[in-house]
């Protein structure tokens, strides 16, 4: 059973940093393509970044050059290293996994991220 456990969230405020992590367990990992979206209530969810099984990363508007996705295979965790955050950044944080051997994709439960004024 593939489990997702995102952490790292938390109240910043403006022009801070912080760094999430997404722990996956239960798959090989090195066959996950890995990606963040972010939510705010009431809308969908949006794709921030992702990061291929070799480690290329690619990056939304919303988080180029100021976010980066890394992955430590060792580990089987990916991070997103936030910073020069902004007001608009607040939202729950997803990780996504899609395995590229069976196709499944999963989700975490998200990771609330608060930004303050």
């Known amino acids: 059973q593939v489990q997702i456990v995102e952490s790292g969230g938390g109240l910043v405020q403006v022009g801070g940093s912080l760094r999430l992590s997404c722990a996956v367990s239960g798959s090989t990992f090195t066959e996950n393509v890995v990606a963040w979206y972010r939510q705010i209530p009431g809308k969908e969810r949006e794709l921030d970044a992702s990061i291929s099984t070799g480690g290329s990363a690619s990056y939304q508007a919303s988080a180029k050059d100021r976010f980066t996705i890394s992955r430590d295979n060792a580990k089987s965790t990916v991070y997103l290293q936030m910073s020069s955050l902004k007001p608009e950044d607040t939202a729950v944080y997803y990780c996504?996994?899609?395995?590229?051997?069976?196709?499944?994709?999963?989700w975490g439960q998200g990771t609330q991220v608060t930004v303050s004024s």
């Open positions: 996504r996994t899609i395995s590229l051997r069976s196709r499944q994709v999963y």
